[in-house]
């Protein structure tokens, strides 16, 4: 049972996070550079060269922009993860495993922070590509935001579960290599998942994130590889996962502490 002091830790945990994030502005702005590169250098110049004459539909950019904008919140926070091993060092994790509420609750305020984060920069990059790129309305901007926000729940659980696993930045950053550009790469988000060889198909259909970039990839331009109840329900699915094995990993850091 959820009590008011469940909902408390919740709330205090998320709010330590954000405001972390917020007085970091170098962090914020530095993350903005990569996105915005790979959106208006490589798609309107190199990557719009080489898909020339391919099955995308309509203007490259604009069939990348929501492959960037899931890159954008996708490595934001994944990367989240790192701040476990920073308050390992510092204690404060073992302050607020020892703090009487649930494990559970803790690693929900956790996700909630790294969600925020993510959805801060996917908000405006979102408003960039609604400028620039694409029509963004009312009901497409709701759309996306929510599957944002089911992905980076995802993706930010997956962050944390690595870090609860590790002690060191150099094994996080090894460990982040090997997952995260595979899953960006192999999700469709700079190229057709169709012109992949057979054998690499595979890789791209066990890929969540390929789901999410169909998701966004439908609310934004009307264009689908797989239906979109298809796309949502994988998404859900990986989130439930994501969230026992995350919970569980919490206990275990409760237990070493």
Same mark, same amino acid.
Do not use: C
């Given at each position: 049972?959820? %009590?008011?002091?469940?909902?408390?830790?919740?709330?205090?945990? *998320?709010? $330590?996070? =954000?405001?972390?994030?917020?007085?970091?502005?170098?962090?914020?702005?530095?993350?903005?550079? #990569?996105?915005?590169? *790979?959106?208006?250098?490589?798609?309107?110049?190199?990557?719009?060269?080489?898909?020339?004459?391919?099955?995308?539909?309509?203007? &490259?950019?604009? &069939?990348?922009?929501?492959?960037?904008? /899931?890159?954008?919140?996708?490595?934001?926070?994944?990367?989240?993860?790192? &701040?476990?091993?920073?308050?390992? $060092? =510092?204690?404060?994790?073992?302050?607020?495993?020892?703090?009487?509420?649930?494990?559970?609750?803790?690693?929900?305020?956790?996700? #909630?922070?790294?969600? #925020?984060?993510?959805?801060?920069?996917?908000?405006?990059?979102?408003?960039?590509?609604?400028?620039?790129?694409?029509?963004?309305?009312?009901?497409?901007?709701?759309?996306?935001?929510?599957?944002?926000?089911?992905? %980076?729940?995802? /993706?930010?659980?997956?962050?944390?579960?690595?870090?609860?696993?590790?002690? /060191?930045?150099?094994?996080?950053?090894?460990?982040?290599?090997?997952?995260? *550009?595979?899953?960006?790469?192999?999700?469709?988000?700079?190229?057709?998942?169709?012109?992949?060889?057979?054998?690499?198909?595979?890789? #791209?259909?066990?890929?969540?994130? /390929? &789901?999410?970039?169909?998701?966004?990839? %439908?609310?934004?331009?009307?264009?689908?590889?797989?239906?979109?109840?298809?796309?949502?329900?994988?998404?859900?699915?990986?989130?439930?996962?994501?969230?026992?094995?995350?919970?569980?990993?919490?206990?275990?850091?409760?237990? %070493?502490?």
């Amino acid at each position: 049972m959820v %009590t008011v002091l469940e909902f408390h830790g919740i709330y205090a945990v *998320w709010k $330590r996070e =954000l405001l972390v994030y917020l007085r970091e502005k170098e962090r914020i702005i530095g993350s903005f550079v #990569s996105p915005l590169l *790979w959106l208006f250098v490589f798609g309107s110049g190199i990557g719009a060269s080489m898909f020339a004459g391919t099955a995308i539909v309509g203007s &490259y950019q604009a &069939y990348i922009f929501p492959g960037i904008l /899931t890159m954008s919140v996708l490595f934001v926070s994944i990367f989240y993860g790192l &701040y476990i091993i920073w308050d390992r $060092r =510092l204690d404060f994790l073992k302050e607020v495993l020892v703090a009487p509420v649930s494990r559970s609750s803790i690693f929900v305020g956790k996700v #909630s922070g790294g969600m #925020s984060d993510a959805l801060i920069q996917g908000l405006i990059i979102m408003i960039i590509g609604a400028i620039f790129i694409v029509h963004i309305g009312p009901v497409q901007f709701i759309g996306t935001l929510l599957i944002l926000a089911l992905l %980076t729940y995802f /993706t930010t659980s997956l962050g944390l579960i690595i870090g609860a696993s590790l002690e /060191t930045q150099e094994g996080f950053a090894l460990v982040m290599n090997f997952v995260m *550009w595979p899953m960006f790469f192999f999700s469709g988000a700079l190229f057709p998942v169709s012109q992949l060889p057979a054998y690499l198909k595979p890789i #791209s259909l066990i890929n969540p994130v /390929t &789901y999410a970039v169909d998701a966004m990839r %439908t609310v934004l331009l009307g264009q689908a590889l797989f239906p979109f109840y298809l796309d949502i329900g994988i998404l859900l699915a990986f989130s439930f996962v994501a969230s026992i094995i995350g919970i569980m990993s919490f206990g275990n850091l409760q237990q %070493t502490k």
